[in-house]
């Protein structure tokens, strides 16, 4: 095979992953692509990586929607996305019967929710879809200290707009009855006491493996103590319900445990004070989890120790346990997700809201555009491994723009504007398509006339401009500066053969537009007239990205996607 003829197939495949993935090929891919096809050539890979490293980067540097052309000229059936598309499956339940699979997502109320609390409840909508079971909304909010009552209504918003489709929503105080009888039932049998130590002197013991004085106190004492909490006749902190473990077990975090507290300090702020006894988690997930049937449990390995504890109090009542999986933890770098931050930073006037754009909040992705579709593609691919592992954005926006791209109409936006002027012509006609793989939505029309003809472009493309000597306006015409003034000299696409850059811009009647950055930085410009139907939608401003527009007059206001 010439040389020639293995450059162009480098070409080939450059141009088809650099349109699948944002415009950047990867010349890794390239040359896996290449030496599939064409096996005869892997004792020269040293001389094709580097032949492919030289037409990537010179592919890389091609606008988008030229790249797009070019390889629609070479092989039309390489724009065909879905033939390369990758299927990503979860394995199945263990035990699993179709129709009676029944799971939970548990928030606590504290806000609405965030990009971490999306994982747990589309992996459990993903399977109880896939057997036709239950999915629960368990509302655990017996922590009258950390409770937001907006959250009661945003995170039934949330799950909506994710497309979790929830069966029941249950609501933890609601049942507080139903943690008593059952802690009374504990009590009775031996499995629980009430503690009346200060804590530190209880939790020294418990890490000794030594008894504190209550432990082992009879049953009758002890049903009277906790009715005494019920009542009111000790304050916060006087006295907690224990729930026994083994006193003896290798590690101290399993010991007994704390399953009811008192709080009067602060009223609750869906109840009053209607009550001051309140479950801790480990005791009001292992009751919520047995009386609602729960059938499979899937949760962070940071709840191991969770799910021991809970082990006891399922086996002194021989119920049967839920099959639990435990995935590895995620970290989401530079994301704000911690809801006491960013509630005092509402309240102090730092964040604008819940859907703040620097924010890792469900509100505030969706109000960015990123979609429920490209989160759930996410998570499934992730799926359920035991490795901890770190968040990519990158990936996300990869899976959006998959979702973003066919629909996404197309605008010119220029930031950092300077006025031009265009000599040797009184009139120019641009005639740029909605949406390049989309012909039949139509196009955009514009004439621009005047003597001189005024348009602005970005600062860095002017620069490039006066370096260059010519330049092509993106679906117009081309430039040449001649005496520092730009000339019009036609119209032919073959000056692309020149290197010339190609370059986006406006009329000199354009709107102003505000961008607002994932950062909070605004980017200010102007933008070629785009119609009120844009309002909520996803468009790309060529050259910039993707943003989803909020207003359009009097100023153009967008929040950025993505690039």
Avoid at 101 to 130: C, Q, W
Avoid at 175 to 190: I, M, N, P
Wanted: glycine fraction near 6%; charged fraction near 30%.
């Amino acid at each position: 095979m010439s040389n020639e003829s293995i450059e162009d197939n480098i070409r080939k495949y450059a141009l088809q992953n650099a349109f699948l993935y944002g415009g950047k090929a990867n010349p890794k891919a390239v040359v896996g692509k290449v030496l599939a096809e064409h096996p005869e050539m892997r004792s020269r890979a040293r001389e094709i990586n580097l032949m492919t490293e030289d037409i990537v980067n010179r592919v890389n540097g091609i606008p988008e929607e030229d790249q797009r052309k070019m390889l629609e000229n070479i092989d039309a059936s390489l724009l065909r996305r879905n033939k390369i598309e990758r299927i990503h499956l979860l394995p199945d339940l263990p035990e699993a019967i179709d129709g009676k699979v029944v799971m939970r997502f548990a928030p606590g109320p504290s806000g609405p929710l965030h990009i971490g609390h999306t994982r747990v409840a589309i992996l459990n909508d993903e399977y109880v879809k896939r057997y036709h079971g239950e999915f629960i909304n368990r509302i655990e909010d017996t922590n009258p200290e950390k409770i937001d009552p907006d959250a009661y209504h945003t995170i039934p918003e949330d799950l909506s707009w994710l497309g979790v489709e929830v069966q029941k929503t249950v609501i933890q105080t609601d049942r507080l009855q139903t943690y008593y009888d059952v802690a009374r039932e504990l009590l009775d049998g031996g499995h629980a006491y009430v503690c009346k130590c200060p804590v530190d002197d209880w939790r020294r013991l418990k890490e000794e493996g030594r008894a504190c004085p209550h432990r082992d106190r009879p049953e009758e004492g002890q049903l009277d103590d906790f009715d005494r909490m019920l009542s009111g006749d000790y304050s916060e902190g006087e006295a907690v319900l224990v729930v026994k473990t083994d006193l003896a077990h290798p590690n101290p975090a399993i010991r007994d445990f704390i399953g009811l507290r008192i709080v009067t300090s602060i009223p609750h702020p869906r109840t009053g004070s209607r009550y001051s006894v309140y479950p801790m988690m480990n005791f009001s997930v292992a009751v919520d989890d047995h009386f609602l049937g729960l059938t499979h449990v899937l949760r962070g390995k940071d709840h191991l120790n969770n799910t021991l504890r809970q082990a006891y109090i399922f086996d002194y009542f021989g119920w049967t346990k839920p099959w639990y999986h435990h995935y590895g933890l995620i970290t989401i770098p530079e994301t704000i997700l911690k809801t006491s931050i960013v509630g005092k930073g509402i309240k102090n006037g730092e964040y604008s809201g819940w859907d703040d754009v620097r924010l890792g909040t469900v509100r505030a992705i969706r109000r960015r555009g990123i979609t429920p579709e490209a989160i759930r593609e996410y998570w499934v691919d992730v799926g359920m491994k035991e490795v901890d592992i770190q968040f990519s954005w990158d990936t996300l926006y990869a899976f959006n723009k998959r979702q973003i791209d066919p629909e996404a109409d197309r605008y010119f936006f220029v930031w950092n504007p300077v006025f031009v002027e265009i000599f040797g012509t009184n009139e120019l006609r641009s005639y740029a398509p909605l949406h390049p793989d989309h012909p039949a939505r139509g196009i955009r029309n514009l004439t621009l006339v005047g003597n001189p003809i005024r348009i602005m472009m970005n600062q860095d493309d002017l620069d490039s401009f006066k370096e260059r000597g010519k330049i092509r306006l993106k679906d117009m015409c081309n430039l040449e500066l001649e005496n520092g003034k730009a000339s019009f000299i036609g119209n032919d696409l073959s000056i692309l053969k020149e290197k010339v850059r190609i370059v986006h811009w406006v009329p000199e009647c354009s709107r102003k537009a505000v961008v607002m950055m994932p950062d909070g930085e605004k980017k200010e410009g102007y933008v070629e007239p785009i119609p009120d139907s844009e309002i909520g939608r996803i468009v790309q401003f060529e050259r910039f990205g993707f943003v989803r527009i909020e207003e359009t007059q009097p100023i153009l206001k967008a929040v950025f996607t993505q690039n």
